[in-house]
């Protein structure tokens, strides 16, 4: 099955979440998904956010799917290699749908300081958050339904 996988790792500035042979990556590219097989031509890319979904190999390893809310970053494929370089990543099944919609609630109250001197970079940081609670509680509900 060797050539029917390729490494994937998907890596934060703080811990290793993943470093496995797989069979399909969907990642969240700042400009849409794409996805990735094995024997893809090289890519470097901008992460957006996200639901990153990996698929593993059924007969070896433990097969299955599994998701990542990913937000930011880079992605290279080169080879048999696909690096996921993420600002921020959590797995599915750490995501609690209470605790991110009241994360989801509190991002959403919040509003524009009015003495922000930099009142652009102040308003993407806001959306940028904001838009960060939504993917999670997306994931989290993704996960719930397929029985996560």
């Not at 496995?20 to 956010?49: N, Q």
């Not at 070896?60 to 494929?77: C, E, L």
């Not at 209470?98 to 009015?114: D, F, I, Y």
């Amino acid at each position: 099955m060797a050539d029917k996988t390729f490494q994937c790792r998907l890596v934060t500035p703080t811990q290793q979440l993943l470093s496995e042979a797989v069979t399909y990556a969907s990642i969240p590219a700042w400009d849409g998904l794409f996805g990735v097989l094995p024997g893809r031509a090289p890519i470097l890319a901008k992460l957006g956010t996200g639901e990153l979904t990996v698929e593993f190999p059924g007969s070896a390893g433990k097969g299955g799917r599994r998701s990542y809310a990913i937000d930011g970053g880079f992605v290279q494929m080169s080879g048999n290699l696909l690096t996921i370089l993420a600002e921020r990543a959590v797995p599915s099944e750490q995501l609690t749908e209470g605790e991110v919609e009241t994360e989801l609630r509190t991002a959403e109250a919040k509003s524009l300081p009015a003495d922000a001197k930099d009142k652009a970079g102040a308003q993407e940081r806001l959306t940028r958050e904001r838009n960060w609670a939504r993917t999670r509680l997306r994931v989290a509900r993704a996960g719930k339904t397929k029985g996560i």
